[in-house]
Structures are given as C-alpha cells and as structure tokens.
C-alpha cells in the first residue's frame, strides 16, 4: 500500500500488514545466538597493572561469569609455573562491594595498594604469601582511606613507596552539573565558557581534603608524578559542546607548594588527549598536534616539557619527539624510561625510549608484544602489562629485564587470562587493496567453527570518526566493543571493515584524503566499493562469491552517513543497510549541535571570482575598521554591518576563494558544499534501512535519522526507527546494546539472502507468533 493510499480513513480498519520482526515490541532470537548479543558475554582484558614486592595485582574487566569472585588478581612474581592459570582473584573483606566494582589501582609499598571502588578509595594489605600453591581466591584485608566528593572528574594517587598516599582530583562545580528549575537560557558562547570554575583538590593524611586551586571548567584527564615532589598536569577543553576536533590547552601546578599556582603549559594545542609525569616530576608527556587549521587529520604528537626541580615554573620549550604516527598510549617506567605504543596501518608496537636532561630522547629497544593496556608496572627486573594480537585474545605480559643502551628486544612470556567458552573461535585477516591510485587497508573476519561456507553472506562495517585508528585484533571480532561484530559472525555472516581514507594510522597524508571528498566514489566511499571487487575479483578464498543480494553494510556516526551514502550512490550494490547515529546533512548538523570543527575542516568552500572576491576581502577590511569603532548603537547592541565573522579563521588577502573564512561560515550554502550530503540523494535509497539513534544525540542530532525514516516512509521503502531513551551518540546502557544487535540481526536475516539458519529461523518463528 502507498503513502498516499494511506491518507484517508478506512473503517473498519483493514488487516495490518505483516511488521518486520525487527520492528517488533521485543525481538526474540535463539538462546545459542542471544549470548552473542550481551555485553556481559565479554573478552577478559587488562585495565591496570601494579606491583608490590613480588606480587602482581591486575585490574581487569570483562565477563561477570568469569571474573565471579572479583575483577582484582593477585599473582606472585617470581612464580615461574609454565602452563598453571597463576591468578588468585582477590576477595575484599571489611567493606561492601561488588565483584567488578574496582575501577582503579595504584601501588602503595610492597605489601599493599590503593583501589577505587565505588565512590570511596581502599588500602588493600596483600598477605606475605599465598595460602596454597591451588589457584583459588584470596582473602585480603581492605581498609577505607577516603570517601570520594561528588563531581570527580579525573583521580591520581602518588605514594613515593611509602604508605602514606596523595590524592590528586578534578572536582566539577555543582552548580555546572544543576537542573534548572525554571527555563533553560542559554547565552552566546556559554560553551565556550570556563566558568563556573572547577576545582583542583587534593588529600593526604596530615591535611585531609583541600581545594588548593580554581581550574577550568572543562579540566579532565588528571596525571600525578609519583615522587616526593607532586606535579599535576591535565588538560581543559575549549567547548563544551562535544567537538569533533576535540580542542584543547594543558595546564600543570606544583601540588607540594603552600600557595599552588596553575601554569598554563600550551597555547594552541588543537587536539588534545593524555598527559603523563614522571616520577620525579621533571618529565612531561603531553599528547596534542598542535594544529589550527587541521586539528582532526593531523596526528597528535607526543611533546615533552621540561620542570626542573627548584624551578618555579616549566620551561617554555616544547619538543615534539615524535610526530606523524598514531599514538595509542605512552607512559613512565621510571624517572627518564618512557614506553610508547603506536599504531601502524593496523599493527601496535611499543618502544622503550629515554628522555635526557637537555629535553630530547633516544631509543633503547622495542617490546616484542605492545603494551595495550591502561597501565604498565615495573619491578626491578621485569615490566608487566597487558597486550593481544590478531591471533590471540587479551593475556599479561611480562617483559625481560629493561635495557640501558640502544638497540635491545624486551622479550615477553604471557599469562592467559581466563575467557568465556567459544570466544576465541574466530579469525581476522588483513587484506589490501587499490583504488584510485591508492592502496587501502581492510579487516576481514569470520567465524572458525564452524567453518563459514564461502557463499556466506557478507556485511560491510563502515566505521566511525572518520578520523580513528583501527588495531587488528582477535577482541574486535570476539568482543561486545562499540560496534560488536561477533554476532553476525557467530550467525554465519562475514564481515569486511574498509579502513578508508580518513582512517588515522597511515600517516597525515591519508587522514586528510576525504577532506573534501566525503562519501565520493573516488574518495572514501570509492575506497569501501573497491573491497567488493577485490573480493569478488582477486581474493583468493573468496572469488565470485559476492553478491548485492547478499551484501549488506552498517556503520555508526560517521559509518552510519557512510551507510545512509552507499545505499544513496551504490543502491545497485547492496540488498540492505542499518544507519546508526548517522548524518544526511553536514551544515544542519553543524548549527543544530554547535560543533563547526567538522565543517571547517572537512568541507571545502568553492572559489569566489577574483573579482568578488576582492571586494569580499575589502567589505571585511571595512567591518574590522568599524568594529574597533566605539559602540554607538542602542542598549550596546552591535549593528549586523560591524559584526565580523566571529568564528572565521585567518583571513589571508592572497587567497582568492571563500575559504579565507571557515567553511561554517560560508552563506548562503554553496551547491558545491551539499555535494558530499546525503539529503538531497535520499530519493535514491530504494533498498531496507534501519535506523537507530539516541534521543540526546549532541553530536548527530535525532532529526537527521527522523528525516531519512519518513523519506523512506513516503517512498514505501521498508524502514524503521529504533530511538533509545535517554541515550546520546551510542548506546551505554547493556539493555539497549542488546536489543540493537537483536535488531540488526533479525532486519538483516529478513532483508539479506544466504544461509544464516539460526537468524532466519528465529525471525521467521517470531513473525509466524506475533
């Protein structure tokens, strides 16, 4: 029946027409498929590593069935047993928690360490050796140091090996996070706004808790040198609208000082992420690219400050020891040893480097597993962390004795962490291929047992950002990560991941490739096409199995435009698509969420005749010359012919285009600037789509999906809009992640042809009930 058909009154009402099992109030699908749709069903990873004497203790996350007892292990140093499970999780005795409430840990001394758990912090006494050699939990004696004030933001704890602790802590003002009780008025540049102030406040044992300082609002990401002298050094962003370029300035204070004064480290940093001290405090590792104009394709360096002891505040100079790579973590081992994990195309590797007095560095050695978790812990003879592979899920590392000269491999031996049943049983392949002149990068996965035909259906996931690194790992096919995959594996799908132009990992160079050329054939959606015909084409296993029928592509955030793009320009190449939290329209998005950073940098204005682009270069010569003119206008308010372009970059009179300005600030909105939109290409979309969205979305409000379901509507396209309450650009809470990937399997098993029995049948049985 048509849309049209539709707009009138027929009663009685006729029988309703079959809904998609999809669509239905509660999505029911095998119980051998289901567990691959929980997020409890989870990889066990490590978080934080610490050492104390010769024990081990490891933060970990992952299945409540498997870490049951406790989300803390224990594990003795100089246990050397080959193949034994070594862990002994730890049972907290003399406070209430619950398994898996740890969310932090620090080194205390040689018997014990600090946890977060909760809203409070403990001092856990470890025993002075383990009750049995059987692998069977501890009970450890827990103590409360300190109970948490509302509003933390970011936690630090520095002990210099004694057991009296420091905490360090970013506290946000009450008032910022405070529910109006009237209207909601909202002021020019409130964002932008780093009142009212945040607080920086510390506690030890002699003083208790203190403010020692006002701080940006927007202050987060708080690292806190570990020695008697305590160096806190953390970032503020610039907006408090969620910006894609994620912008930002560093500030430092010196926490042992009776007045403590806030140093303000960097001044025009652009993007900004993780910050780390050394123990002494004269080291400081800030994570930025220091980039105006592309600060979300630029990759952000890491610079090193230098505070010498004595001094009153930080030297000025900033040096950049390492520029263009993706940075995936770095970190002290001790007051000069740093380790720095990197991502190539889609492989890590960590090196371990030595920072010298003058402010530069050299490398000593690299590690032969990368350090991927939060933290890595050093003993006197080896270095602990958690790392994986592409072949092997999360395990514990422990490295080799550190080397002091150049040139040495930190070799590891690995400790395997205990993971759910089935899991493991998948592969991920990397495969490479051309288009347009440029070699792109794919991730392919697919189940092991059993073992996938080769006709199986395929499903393309276009990723988010665009401007993100992707490692290769067995986790990303195996775990509930942002965009789980392991339930359309299990299901009998394949899954390839085109890691396009746009992807951070390749060097500024390609990150910057779609500038200008979003969703282009002979850009990045070109890219996600020409991983068809190589699969169609050249891959060995899989040669003349591709099919549109069935081919089906998802994505969420920038990979759901990606989607809502292919299914507009390559209709004729897929049999159906989900759209999460995607876009159809750049510049409404921009104003309608207040982020202009993805436009100006994405978005290339077209160029102005020269003539009219000199008199636009002259009219702005004519309103700088009258905004510095005294105000004369009624109750101070600024005639529209004296206001300048406020969020305009720096005008240069030798460019002859509008992008002397920020593309944000180009009206009327050229065509050339709504070629990469999906808006006006809806008409085309004439395959099923699925759209799901949070109701809070910031960042790619929920209109953008409401216009693209009732476009679909109208053109009798089979569709649906899956809104989550509450949530905002993703799905945090377990029970809407789960219903999603419920979703998205019975829409594909309705909409996709191929032999995926568990998902049809399921579908099929719960249409045949409702």
């Not at 040139?407 to 759910?420: D, M, Q």
């Not at 049983?425 to 059993?450: C, D, G, N, W």
């Not at 568990?758 to 049985?765: F, G, L, Q, T, V």
Request: charged fraction near 20%; hydrophobic fraction near 40%; proline fraction near 7%.
């Amino acid at each position: 029946m048509s849309f049209d058909e539709l707009l009138t009154i027929s009663w009685p009402p006729p029988e309703p027409e079959v809904v998609s099992c999809a669509l239905q109030a509660d999505v029911q699908i095998t119980s051998t498929l289901d567990k691959w749709t929980s997020p409890d069903f989870a990889v066990t990873s490590v978080t934080d590593v610490v050492v104390c004497g010769s024990f081990v203790v490891a933060l970990l996350s992952g299945s409540p069935g498997v870490l049951q007892e406790s989300n803390v292990v224990l594990f003795n140093d100089v246990d050397e047993g080959a193949n034994s499970w070594p862990f002994r999780p730890l049972l907290l005795k003399s406070f209430p928690t619950q398994p898996g409430s740890c969310k932090q840990i620090w080194p205390c001394n040689d018997s014990s360490f600090f946890a977060r758990c909760g809203d409070s912090v403990y001092r856990v006494e470890l025993p002075s050796e383990l009750d049995s050699k059987e692998v069977k939990p501890q009970d450890v004696q827990a103590n409360k140091v300190l109970d948490l004030p509302p509003n933390v933001v970011s936690l630090a704890c520095s002990t210099d090996g004694g057991s009296s602790p420091v905490f360090a802590m970013l506290v946000a003002s009450e008032v910022a996070g405070a529910k109006p009780s009237g209207p909601t008025i909202v002021r020019p540049r409130q964002s932008l706004d780093q009142n009212p102030p945040a607080s920086l406040v510390i506690f030890d044992a002699v003083h208790g808790m203190r403010k020692v300082s006002k701080v940006p609002r927007l202050s987060e990401s708080l690292s806190l040198s570990k020695g008697s002298r305590k160096i806190c050094v953390w970032h503020a962003f610039l907006n408090a609208v969620p910006e894609e370029a994620e912008r930002g300035e560093y500030f430092a204070a010196n926490c042992s000082d009776s007045d403590v004064v806030v140093h303000t480290l960097t001044r025009g940093a652009g993007r900004v992420k993780a910050a780390a001290v050394s123990q002494d405090g004269e080291f400081i590792l800030l994570q930025a690219n220091f980039s105006r104009d592309r600060p979300i394709t630029t990759h952000m360096a890491l610079a090193l400050l230098v505070w010498k002891k004595g001094e009153e505040a930080p030297r000025p100079e900033i040096a950049k020891i390492i520029e263009g790579q993706h940075i995936l973590n770095f970190g002290f081992l001790s007051d000069s040893n740093i380790y720095v994990t990197q991502l190539s195309k889609t492989d890590a590797t960590t090196t371990l480097m030595q920072l010298l007095p003058e402010g530069t560095s050299k490398l000593l050695g690299d590690f032969s597993e990368p350090v991927l978790s939060r933290s890595c812990a050093a003993s006197k003879e080896s270095v602990f962390y958690g790392t994986e592979s592409a072949n092997e899920l999360p395990k514990v590392a422990r490295g080799a004795t550190l080397p002091e000269t150049g040139g040495a491999t930190i070799t590891s031996k690995a400790y395997a962490l205990p993971h759910p049943d089935e899991i493991g049983k998948f592969r991920t392949e990397v495969v490479s291929y051309m288009h347009e002149s440029q070699e792109v990068t794919a991730i392919l996965a697919e189940r092991t047992e059993p073992e996938l035909p080769v006709e199986a259906p395929l499903l393309v996931l276009a990723h988010g950002g665009p401007a993100i690194g992707v490692h290769c790992s067995l986790r990303l096919a195996a775990d509930a990560v942002r965009y789980p995959m392991r339930h359309f594996l299990r299901a009998g799908y394949r899954i390839l991941m085109p890691l396009f132009r746009g992807t951070l990992g390749f060097g500024d160079a390609f990150a910057m490739g779609n500038i200008g050329s979003q969703g282009s054939v002979k850009g990045d959606l070109g890219d996600i096409l020409a991983g068809l015909d190589y699969l169609q084409n050249a891959h060995a296993r899989l040669k003349g199995s591709i099919h549109p029928s069935r081919t089906g592509i998802f994505g969420g955030s920038y990979g759901g435009y990606m989607t809502l793009r292919a299914m507009s320009e390559a209709s004729d190449r897929f049999g159906a698509g989900v759209a999460l939290y995607g876009f159809v329209h750049n510049r409404w998005m921009s104003y309608q969420g207040g982020d202009f950073t993805y436009e100006d940098e994405y978005l290339v204005p077209p160029p102005l005749p020269v003539e009219e682009a000199q008199a636009f270069e002259m009219e702005l010569v004519v309103e700088e010359a009258d905004s510095a003119k005294p105000d004369t206008t009624p109750s101070g308010t600024a005639s529209p012919a004296a206001r300048p372009l406020s969020s305009a970059r720096d005008r240069n009179p030798s460019m002859v285009s509008c992008s002397s300005q920020g593309a944000s600030d180009v009206w009327p909105l050229p065509k050339e600037m709504e070629k990469s939109d999906v808006f006006n290409g809806l008409h085309r979309i004439g395959k099923p789509l699925l759209l799901m969205h949070g109701e809070k979305d910031d960042i790619c409000p929920l209109s953008q999906s409401e216009v693209a379901f009732h476009m679909m509507e109208k053109m009798n396209v089979p569709t649906g809009l899956v809104v989550y309450p509450g949530e905002g650009h993703g799905f945090d809470l377990p029970e809407h992640q789960q219903d999603r990937d419920r979703r998205m399997l019975a829409w594909f098993a309705e909409h996709l042809e191929g032999d995926r029995e568990e998902a049809r049948a399921s579908c099929a049985e719960k249409s045949g009930t409702s």
